[in-house]
């Protein structure tokens, strides 16, 4: 019995392995996520200048207003739409090469284009700048699906959802790092900037260097590649201890639910009627989370400030403490999830970002009239990143998990994958002429997506913290009015009773 005690103990255990590999697998992928999002911001107006004076060394002539914006928001958009090619391209590259596997090949979107990025000024041509966003996206599509994967099939049962939200704290991490190397002083300056687009490639580099000597997923060595001594050595590696037969056991009875319960599909998901609310669902807390106007946020956060009345030379300051706000905010998620559930985490999250998109908006139509208005648009600012860290940013991923079963999540990540970056690509593309035309009102476009995403999870989403996989199903069968186990999907039937105790 005592014995027995000790093995529950020893599964819940952070071995130096398992965070190692955690450290590095973030690091190597999902920070090169944020610091991409946020790397072109401060040099924007350097970039633009670069842009204009390589076509005139071509042509003799100077881009006009309305094209140079274009140009701009297509290298800004690139990143986004790299991204939906990424997340299309996760299924093949884990089942061909491994999740661990799959990150190293990875590394190959972020070096060659870091390279190129950092030669872009000394070759003078902005289409290596925008060729490279684009492979950059791709490097980040694959790494924000493939990063939770390998980190949930490494993690214990019990570790699972902490080491779950590593990948988005050290996305914040980037997005902070970027911003503090674009200070004019350090990188946004005219001989930097193409130093600070180039240092993408370091975090890419380490974890080519290391991530090798670290174990593959058990779960694929033992599913996929059908090599138990392999997956019981990776085991044994992570928990530190030889006796590794109840997790093989474990991992053998979800393999026999993922047989039972076959394969489906994008279409077929699309086509059921049983996973219809869970779907719709994904779809709109991942468009609210885009289309709520957080990269707008991040993209253009400079000239917000600028618009805002802050003085050129403060901006750069105000912008990286916006960034340790969110790297905070983002640790407090961690923390909360559990104690506050996902439901209110959503709602308050989506209704501070909200109220801040409103605010924000008169205090941008009174600045000139009112001289303290500047600093109620920055205090808007950090209060909707405090509110999207909060909610949008980390539960949408974490939901996506919880209310899909085996058999149907990989292609719900998918559909979640794609509207995800389809919503962050169409706002970094049309954001700039939104701007343009309505002004200081821009932000209550989002103040109406926040208000119509509230509204939904209000009367639609479920709480399913401390709920069991089959728990949050019954309650979604109840809403789908279908029998509680269909002829199409037997998942329920066949789910093994260690899966229905997480």
């Not at 946004?188 to 900037?193: E, L």
């Not at 590794?244 to 039972?260: G, L």
């Not at 103040?447 to 401390?466: G, Q, R, S």
Request: overall charge neutral; hydrophobic content about 50%; proline content about 5%.
């Amino acid at each position: 019995m005592e014995q027995q005690d000790q093995s529950m103990k020893e599964e819940g255990r952070l071995t130096l392995v398992l965070a190692l590999a955690t450290l590095i697998a973030a690091f190597g992928s999902s920070f090169q996520y944020g610091y991409n999002v946020a790397a072109v911001n401060s040099p924007a107006l350097l970039m633009q200048q670069f842009y204009n004076e390589t076509y005139y060394s071509r042509t003799g002539e100077f881009i006009e207003d309305f094209p140079l914006t274009l140009l701009w928001s297509v290298t800004v958009s690139m990143f986004p739409f790299g991204g939906f090619i990424g997340s299309l391209l996760v299924g093949p590259l884990v089942n061909k090469f491994g999740r661990k596997g799959a990150l190293l090949f990875n590394n190959i979107f972020s070096i060659v284009p870091a390279i190129l990025m950092g030669c872009s000024k000394v070759a003078k041509s902005f289409e290596l700048i925008i060729i490279s966003r684009l492979l950059v996206g791709i490097c980040a599509g694959l790494s924000s699906n493939v990063v939770p994967m390998y980190l949930g099939e490494l993690a214990p049962k019990n570790l699972r959802g902490a080491l779950g939200v590593v990948p988005q704290l050290f996305i914040t991490v980037g997005i902070l790092v970027a911003q503090i190397f674009g200070l004019r002083n350090l990188l946004a300056n005219v001989d930097g900037w193409p130093i600070l687009l180039g240092l993408t490639g370091v975090p890419a580099a380490l974890q080519l260097l290391l991530l090798p000597f670290f174990p593959e997923s058990p779960r694929y060595l033992l599913i996929q590649k059908k090599d138990e001594e392999a997956a019981k050595k990776a085991l044994q590696r992570l928990r530190g201890w030889d006796s590794v037969d109840r997790e093989v056991a474990e991992i053998r009875q979800e393999d026999e639910a993922e047989k039972a319960a076959g394969f489906i599909s994008v279409l077929k998901l699309l086509r059921m009627r049983s996973l219809r609310w869970q779907l719709l669902s994904v779809i709109v807390l991942m468009a609210g989370q885009q289309l709520s106007g957080v990269n707008a946020i991040y993209y253009y956060a400079d000239q917000i400030y600028l618009s805002a009345g802050v003085q050129e030379d403060h901006v750069q300051y105000v912008t990286a403490g916006t960034g340790a706000v969110n790297v905070v905010m983002t640790i407090c998620a961690v923390f909360v999830v559990e104690l506050l559930g996902r439901r209110l985490l959503l709602l308050l999250g989506f209704s501070i970002c909200l109220t801040a998109c409103c605010v924000l908006t008169a205090a941008l139509a009174l600045q000139d009239t009112v001289s303290w208005m500047p600093y109620v648009s920055i205090v808007c600012v950090i209060a909707y990143v405090i509110g999207h860290a909060l909610g949008p940013s980390p539960i949408p991923a974490l939901l996506i998990t919880e209310i899909f079963l085996q058999s149907s999540r990989p292609s719900a990540f998918m559909v979640g994958g794609s509207v995800h970056w389809l919503s962050n690509f169409a706002v970094g593309l049309i954001f700039p002429f939104i701007q343009e035309g309505l002004g200081p009102y821009s932000f209550i476009v989002f103040a109406v997506i926040c208000l119509l995403t509230t509204i939904y999870i209000f009367l639609i989403v479920p709480e399913t913290k401390a709920k069991t996989f089959i728990e949050i199903n019954q309650i979604f069968t109840k809403m789908n009015k279908v029998s509680e186990v269909h002829p199409e999907k037997e998942e329920l039937k066949e789910l093994p009773p260690v899966a229905s105790e997480q």
